[in-house]
């Protein structure tokens, strides 16, 4: 059924069991950006919140991350890898063009040769695209566990001289595990895409090499990313508030009533934003970009294992959640979360 603001869907009989985010161990501090960027790092962290990230090393992949934190995961719901029905993972930074990083997550943690794997090519909002997805597999019976492994390994595709970049974006592997529940377990799911915005936040030469008619990326290295910073804000603004207000009529629950809405970590200015355009109250916005920055296609699920990972332990509580962001690209979710058995942050070795 079509929304105002997307795609509404509805899941039953699926339910989050647990969440664990993974960080390389490297941090990068601003301080380190000052004698590149001068008196501009101050301001580029006014606007963006953004102190210090976690930055993979090189060699390290996206798929090594998400292992670190599938393991613990596994361990900690005492799930044995062949029980695993299936893993779904999500990026924009895979470990290859090819074969599908799901591939060799399935071997590497020993499931077996029938579990369903496969990759999804989203970012900022891969993570209520990725619940709605393992939720409805597990709705019709396929599946009975499915691992969803996001995370985006940002860094390498930086621009080292573009501040709004450089300083913006850290690392991050989660993996989230969910099962069949019952009845009571209902998500509620908005999704939708505007791809007229694509070229906003975009490596341009994943395409095309010669991309001189376009004099937006003149001089760029067309290998790293390029971000027009002003649209995307724009786009944010106009999409997010009208997102947040339908996600919330069609769950059927009072505002009130929810323990915490999580939002991609975006632009600390940003969110601070949305969250007094909603009508949100501010304590249950929960913000950690401070930290580690924008982790894409992670920054919910770190969100989940960081700020409010305590609340999730301690009872059932209703959340919402909302992506939004490249491609453009954008959904929400509302639903009940826990008491999970596990829900942390490991650091990657």
């Known amino acids: 059924m079509h929304g105002k603001t997307g795609q509404q869907a509805q899941t039953r009989g699926a339910r989050i069991a647990g969440v664990v985010s993974a960080l390389p161990p490297k941090v990068i501090e601003n301080d380190s950006f000052v004698e590149r960027f001068g008196d501009g790092v101050a301001e580029v962290t006014k606007m963006t919140g953004v102190k210090s990230r976690h930055v993979a090393e090189d060699g390290v992949a996206t798929s090594d991350l998400c292992f670190a934190a599938g393991q613990r995961l596994l361990e900690g719901l005492g799930w044995e890898p062949e029980s695993v029905d299936g893993i779904i993972f999500i990026s924009q930074s895979p470990d290859y063009p090819l074969p599908a990083t799901a591939c060799l997550l399935q071997q590497r943690f020993g499931m077996r040769t ?51 970049v450089a300083m913006l974006f850290g690392d991050c592997g989660a993996v989230t ?7 009571n377990d209902v998500a509620h799911f908005l999704l939708g895409t505007d791809g007229r915005g694509g070229d906003n936040l975009i490596v341009p030469a994943s395409r095309h090499r010669d991309r001189t008619g376009d004099e937006r990326f003149a001089g760029r290295n067309l ?7 002003a649209e995307i804000f724009n ?51 929960p913000i950690n970009m401070d930290r580690y920055g924008n982790t894409s296609s992670a920054t919910i699920p770190l969100v989940m294992t960081t700020d409010v990972a305590d609340l999730l332990k301690s009872g059932r509580q209703r959340i919402a959640m909302f992506g939004f962001g490249v491609g453009y690209s954008w959904g929400s979710a509302s639903l009940e979360i826990g008491p999970l058995k596990v829900c942390e942050t490991v650091i990657a070795s």
């Open 223 to 229: 290998d790293m990313v390029y971000m027009d910073g």
């Open 114 to 164: 029938t579990t369903v794997a496969f990759d999804v090519n989203l970012g900022c909002s891969a993570y209520p695209y990725g619940l709605w997805l393992a939720m409805s597999l597990i709705q019709t019976g396929a599946l009975n566990r499915v691992l969803i492994a996001v995370g985006d390994i940002n860094t390498r595709a930086n621009d080292p001289l573009d501040r709004s």
């Open 177 to 183: 595990a969910l099962e069949a529940g019952d009845e």
């Open 235 to 285: 786009f944010t603004l106009k999409a997010v508030p009208a997102l947040v207000r339908e996600t919330i009529e069609l769950a059927g629950v009072p505002q009130e009533d929810y323990a915490s809405f999580l939002f991609h970590q975006a632009n600390t200015f940003m969110l601070n934003h949305l969250a007094k355009k909603a009508k949100l109250p501010k304590d249950k916005v």
